[in-house]
């Protein structure tokens, strides 16, 4: 068989008209939506994705701010500014880009986001609110994991589904939400011991470890559904570089049921997440919808 692939571009592109669509609603009853992107640093790349990010985030009526701070700033004062932002009511959501300097407490940095206006999910009271199952802001890119399975059509109360790594705003999250959906749900990291153990008895596969062509065609059953979080570079025979996920897609497609691509799949919608979170930061502020 050949796997139905996921297409995230598409999927992410009707996410971004109902919010667009949401927002249009607050802005006419006298609710703007505000997003503040801070920046620590620059670089070529940094700035690249800022400018995109801007772009999205007008283009469907969200005003955008980017707020750069020197490389060099001192935790307590990138704190303030946080802080400063957090209690600014003409701000409606707050995230950072990452990553941050080497100096920068970054776990703490985002403890002092306020949970209502963290857009992304990373304050560690949003996280435990998922655990909660009294989800106000979810890290974006395991939403848009979850929802990325949830198109599929794949019955998911019961199905037996593992999470390949165990990061606090990817891994973890994602396990959290799919059992909030009644999956059986197994996480798998660095110390698994037998990793296709695990994943072979699974309906479901998430592999959000970082690492290029984890899981290959003997990883899976036939018909699995495979979502693909992984993101990384690597160095071709010729010397160009190129983006893969952790599944190796030529051998996995020919034995999934459902897919998805990289790029193409978790990343266009973990934008689409951003903004949809944006959106509920605001109506929540607005007093529209109930955090």
Do not use: W
Request: with cysteine; glycine share 8%.
């Amino acid at each position: 068989m050949s796997a139905r692939i996921i297409d995230g571009v598409q999927i992410a592109a009707g996410v971004r008209e109902e919010t667009k669509a949401g927002i249009a609603r607050l802005k006419a009853a006298g609710h703007p939506v505000h997003l503040v992107a801070v920046i620590v640093g620059t670089t070529p790349a940094a700035e690249i994705y800022a400018n995109r990010q801007a772009e999205a985030c007008r283009a469907i009526g969200i005003e955008y701010t980017l707020l750069a701070m020197a490389d060099d700033i001192a935790n307590k004062d990138l704190r303030a500014e946080i802080r400063k932002l957090s209690k600014d009511s003409s701000v409606t959501g707050i995230m950072l880009h990452m990553p941050m300097p080497s100096h920068i407490d970054t776990a703490r940095i985002q403890f002092e986001i306020d949970v209502v206006k963290d857009v992304e999910g990373v304050n560690p009271a949003n996280i435990g609110y998922v655990f909660y199952k009294h989800v106000v802001i979810a890290p974006c890119t395991a939403m848009a994991a979850v929802e990325l399975i949830k198109t599929t059509g794949v019955p998911l109360e019961g199905a037996e589904t593992v999470v390949v790594g165990a990061s606090h705003i990817v891994g973890k999250p994602i396990a959290l939400l799919m059992t909030e959906q009644m999956a059986t749900v197994t996480i798998c990291h660095i110390a698994t011991r037998d990793l296709k153990y695990h994943t072979r008895r699974a309906d479901i596969v998430v592999s959000a470890a970082g690492k290029a062509g984890l899981i290959t065609a003997d990883h899976i059953r036939e018909g699995a559904c495979v979502i693909d979080v992984g993101i990384n570079r690597i160095t071709m025979p010729d010397g160009t570089k190129k983006t893969v996920g952790d599944v190796d897609f030529d051998s996995v497609k020919e034995k999934a049921g459902h897919l998805t691509p990289v790029p193409g799949g978790v990343g266009p919608m973990t934008v689409a997440m951003l903004l949809r979170n944006t959106l509920r930061s605001a109506e929540i502020l607005a007093g529209v919808t109930k955090g």
